[in-house]
């Protein structure tokens, strides 16, 4: 795998307020309902029908119990440039689309992409945040990586998070569910590990939570570690409620790039 250079990337986007007429009830169709938890969660469509019914259930049942939601997509472009470093800046989704049209359009050698659409929900007396990753570009090597969800004022609830992940393997879709043991809760934020199996398309990972709600509002980091070079140890990780990833004893800067999106509320 190259060496590249790790570039951390923090940044705040402004919010989108959904409001409560807009989120899925019992008088929408099927297909509706799939098109409103797939624009909210952020989950692709595909992803959706592979999911077992109370996985889905559980996310439309949170749509229609919800006051408003607050949701925004952040598109992550990585450049591996000539000289080998790793750049990660902010982009479009029109910046996207031009990469994916026109490969030759940049005078690098590589480009890869990941989307991160994070999401709050505001249920009245709690709230439900999340986080979806979609990498745009194939995967091609076996990585161990690591996604986190941070809030900047309130506190999780204690053993409410669940997600998944969902790749394509030789034209197979296969989603794996996460359980308990695979999170690690820190009060103001949950991290969770995870292999990223080589030669892979359509990589995609989703987590979410309950927190206890602070003051009248709150702001979401979903963050998302992925490993640039091989390290003979796994590592424990920890996240900020500014969104950053660590590793006691272990700079994380020299194995792991980061990637951030949020987005914030008001109640």
Not at 234 to 241: E, L, M, Q, Y
Request: charged residues 15%; hydrophobic residues 35%; glycine residues 6%.
């Amino acid at each position: 795998m190259k060496k590249l250079l790790s570039i951390v990337l923090s940044f705040s986007l402004i919010f989108g307020l959904v409001p409560v007429t807009a989120l899925a009830t019992s008088l929408d169709s099927p297909d509706d309902v799939k098109q409103q938890i797939s624009d909210v969660y952020g989950i692709p469509i595909s992803v959706l029908d592979t999911l077992d019914q109370d996985t889905f259930d559980g996310l439309s049942n949170n749509l229609s119990e919800a006051i408003s939601v607050s949701s925004e997509d952040t598109y992550i472009k990585i450049t591996s440039t000539e000289s080998g470093e790793n750049l990660i800046t902010e982009s479009t989704y029109q910046e996207y689309l031009f990469s994916s049209i026109s490969p030759y359009a940049s005078d690098t050698r590589e480009n890869s992409w990941m989307r991160i659409h994070t999401t709050i929900l505001d249920k009245g007396s709690y709230a439900q945040v999340s986080a979806a990753y979609t990498w745009l570009t194939d995967n091609v090597f076996a990585t161990h990586d690591v996604i986190g969800l941070s809030i900047v004022q309130g506190t999780f609830m204690s053993r409410t998070a669940s997600g998944f992940r969902s790749y394509n393997n030789l034209g197979t879709i296969r989603t794996i569910y996460f359980t308990e043991n695979d999170f690690v809760e820190q009060g103001h934020g949950i991290t969770c590990t995870f292999p990223l199996e080589a030669i892979t398309k359509n990589n995609f990972l989703f987590m979410q939570a309950d927190i206890h709600k602070e003051a009248h509002s709150e702001g979401l980091n979903g963050s998302y570690g992925h490993q640039r070079i091989s390290i003979s140890f796994a590592p424990d990780f920890s996240i900020d409620r500014s969104g950053n990833l660590s590793c006691a004893g272990f700079s994380i800067g020299m194995a792991y790039d980061q990637y951030s999106g949020y987005v914030d509320i008001a109640w």
